[in-house]
Structure formats: structure tokens, C-alpha cells
């Protein structure tokens, strides 16, 4: 059961997207801003301050309502979730955008390492699939905060006279998202998914430049986008990419 903080509060709503009633979940906290977020199961979420009125609420998913629909459509296209991951041999993971298979082995010191095509594991039980996980999870959060870090430095330097960002330290932080692949505060916080770690190198450097943007642009205006084709002039073609991958999947 997912923890919920007793500071938020959530209640089912619905809204008319172009003359269809939708539900969505209304979640109430301590915010400035309103946000809408959209699951990969097309579950529509609307996070608003506590002092939001409902009018308010309404118009904003009135505005976003051309931006909602082609999230939906999008999510409609995506190929169907795998089966849930078993963690037996030859079974396929990735990292930074290539296909690597489960290799597994028994023995006294666990272990894991990547070799040719393979994700090569020797643990204790080959039967305990959460100890499966837990490493495979491990070696990748070891690799983000190395590989994450490095760039988010490159990426700085790379944007440093376009954005001209105050010189401070910017706190990165790594952590499983369910609909993002990253975000950031106007405190200088960014947070990066750690499934991005399985994702190509360009398609890293798009989001880490994607949320240092919005350093100077707390939302996705024409400004945004044009301050990101400036920082990026490819920018949409990694974002095609990640809009392409169901998080589900890998």
C-alpha cells in the first residue's frame, strides 16, 4: 500500500474533455501551484494547493485540454506493458539503451557485472528473485550518481552563457518516479529517475538540460521551449525518444 502524506487530501472528480466526461484525482496540499500529471494507465491527476478553488481547478484543466488529449492519444499508441519481470536467465534489461541478458549463477560471493551481452550475477539462491532485483537495482543506482552527476557537470558548462544560472550548487538527486523522468525546484534541486539510467546518453543530457531550463522557466511556454532549442537544438529528437518508451518496459 503506497504511504500517503496526512497533508494531502484526495477526492474523485470529473471534467469534459472536448464533450467526453473524464475522471481525475484531485490531490490537495501544501503547494503554491497548480499541476496536471498523466500515469502511463492514462489516470489523470490534478495536484492543487489546499486554498484552490474549484473554479480555478476547472479552468485549468480547460486550459490544458488540448495538452491532455494528446497525452492520451500518445498513451493509447504505446505498445502494451511486459509481463512482470522474472528475473531468470536470459531474461532482457537495459542499460544506457542497449539490451543485455540475465545471466545467473549460484555461489558464496554475490556479485554482479556487465560482460559482452550479459548481465552477469552469481548469488546465493537463483530462486530468490528479490535478492535478483535488489542487486540489479543497486548496480544501477551505483552507475546513475557516477554517470548522472558527470553530466549534469557537462551539461552546465554546455549551458552555462545561455542560461546564466547563479553560481551555486545544484543538489541532484536519484530516486524511482512512476511518470517522470525528472524534475526540479526553484531551490536548485533537480530529481532524476533512475530508469533514465537505461536510456542513451543523449536522451540524459535532454532531460538534465530539459529541468536546468526550467531554472529559468518554471513551466513549458513557448519561451521554455525556445531557451531549450537554444541549449539543445536536437532536443526533439531525444524527446521523441523518451515519449516513445513506456516506463512499464524498461
Not at 550548487?169 to 529517475?193: A, D, E, F, H, V
Request: proline share 5%; charged share 25%; with cysteine.
Amino acid at each position: 500500500m503506497m504511504y500517503q502524506s496526512p497533508s494531502i487530501s484526495s477526492e474523485k472528480q470529473e471534467f469534459s474533455l472536448y464533450g467526453k466526461t473524464l475522471p481525475y484525482l484531485l490531490k490537495r496540499g501544501k503547494r503554491r501551484t497548480m499541476q496536471i500529471s498523466i500515469h502511463p494507465n492514462q489516470e489523470i491527476v490534478v495536484h492543487a494547493p489546499k486554498q484552490a478553488s474549484m473554479r480555478q481547478i476547472e479552468e485549468l484543466l480547460e486550459k490544458k485540454q488540448r495538452w491532455i488529449n494528446k497525452t492520451l492519444q500518445k498513451l493509447e499508441q504505446l505498445p502494451p506493458p511486459l509481463p512482470q519481470r522474472q528475473y531468470i536467465c536470459g531474461e532482457t534489461h537495459y542499460y544506457l539503451g542497449r539490451q543485455y541478458r540475465l545471466k545467473i549463477h549460484e555461489g558464496e560471493n554475490q556479485s554482479i557485472k556487465l560482460k559482452g551481452g550479459f548481465f552477469e550475477i552469481i548469488v546465493s539462491d537463483k530462486e530468490n528473485k528479490s535478492a535478483i532485483a535488489q542487486l540489479l537495482m543497486n548496480w544501477y543506482l551505483d552507475r546513475a550518481k557516477v554517470i548522472f552527476s558527470k553530466h549534469l557537470e557537462q551539461c552546465l558548462k554546455q549551458t552555462r552563457n545561455i542560461l546564466s544560472l547563479p553560481e551555486k550548487q545544484i543538489n541532484l538527486k536519484i530516486r524511482p518516479m512512476r511518470t517522470r523522468w525528472g524534475s526540479c525546484s526553484s531551490r536548485g534541486n533537480i530529481n532524476l529517475n533512475l530508469e533514465l539510467i537505461k536510456t542513451p546518453l543523449n536522451c540524459i543530457d535532454y532531460v538534465i538540460i530539459h529541468e536546468l531550463c526550467h531554472l529559468k522557466q518554471m513551466n513549458h511556454s513557448k519561451d521554455f521551449w525556445l531557451l531549450v532549442g537554444q541549449c539543445m537544438p536536437q532536443w526533439q529528437k531525444y524527446k521523441s525518444q523518451l515519449d516513445k518508451i513506456r516506463l512499464e518496459n524498461i
